[in-house]
């Protein structure tokens, strides 16, 4: 249904990390109306809203419990790691060390004049191209601290160039790319997809989670969806995303992290709460590791 003024009850609004001009004004009106309502509120971390996001649903049936532990893929255009839920702590396991991976679906789109954002383009044409018509490089990271991190640099680079090499950029006609550059997109659609669930085995087997899920707007991704949920199947393990429309940043994502945040007395003060630019974690890739948020 739809809430007036008078039901609400809670205010939870993004701390960072991001642009702190949005950050700021974002969090200042919201402390404002906290204070001025006299209610409470929650200033939550931006990936604790994608972390919850796949245990919404847009029927109106309650937000389900994270199960204990649960692994988290979270995929977008400035995110891309694998994260456990595990006794109220969220904890990165991987990184990107260059690029996200939806960033590299935007920048390939923006070379070739797709438009933005690009990633959904570049999955829509994808379905009309050749996924094995064209092979790339896995990288070679060589820090043994980081052998289950993702680096897509040298992927965008590269396909950047193959389409150089077959058309003029950006295209002519962006709404009827030639069969050539159809390819190029599906095999590149399919190298990102391989190389994100490429850790997914191994992480599984370190950490044996109850439910695997994929969140951000690369989980709203075609093939993303596909072969996780087939994956899942196979290997006897729940798989979980959020709806299409709860994938790219949101409200309702926002409103839960809070939700839970206030449920656990994990509150803020409205004359004192900071907005923060930078990601507040570390990565959890050596002994300096650190749980993301307190307590989920």
């Not at 590299?104 to 797709?114: H, Q, S, T």
């Not at 109850?210 to 006897?236: D, F, K, P």
Request: hydrophobic fraction near 45%; charge should be positive.
């Amino acid at each position: 249904r739809q809430a007036g003024l008078g039901d609400i009850e809670l205010v939870a609004v993004t701390r960072g990390p991001g642009l702190i001009g949005s950050l700021l004004v974002g969090t200042c009106f919201a402390a404002a109306y906290a204070w001025a309502r006299s209610l409470p509120l929650a200033g939550v971390d931006h990936l604790e809203g994608h972390l919850v996001s796949p245990f919404l649903s847009l029927d109106g049936a309650p937000a389900r419990e994270a199960p204990d532990p649960a692994l988290t893929l979270v995929i977008s255009g400035g995110h891309s790691s694998y994260f456990l839920l595990a006794g109220g702590d969220a904890r990165p396991l991987n990184r990107t060390r260059d690029d996200a991976a939806g960033e590299v679906f935007d920048k390939i789109a923006a070379a070739l004049g797709l438009g933005y954002p690009g990633g959904p383009v570049v999955d829509r044409l994808a379905e009309a191209g050749d996924p094995k018509a064209f092979t790339f490089s896995a990288p070679r990271i060589k820090d043994p601290a980081g052998a289950l991190d993702f680096s897509f640099s040298g992927l965008k680079t590269t396909a950047i160039r193959s389409a150089q090499g077959l058309t003029a950029l950006p295209l002519p006609d962006p709404a009827h790319p030639p069969q050539a550059v159809l390819d190029l997109l599906a095999s590149f659609r399919r190298t990102v997809v391989d190389w994100l669930l490429a850790p997914l085995d191994e992480l599984v087997a370190r950490h044996q989670p109850r439910v695997v899920a994929a969140s951000g707007g690369v989980a709203g991704n075609r093939e993303v969806r596909a072969r996780l949920a087939a994956w899942g199947q196979r290997r006897g393990i729940e798989v979980l995303f959020p709806p299409v429309a709860l994938t790219t940043d949101n409200a309702a994502m926002i409103a839960r992290a809070g939700q839970l945040r206030a449920a656990r007395g994990l509150l803020d003060d409205p004359r004192a709460m900071a907005a923060y630019p930078r990601a507040a974690w570390k990565a959890a890739s050596g002994p300096g590791g650190k749980p993301v948020f307190p307590k989920l």
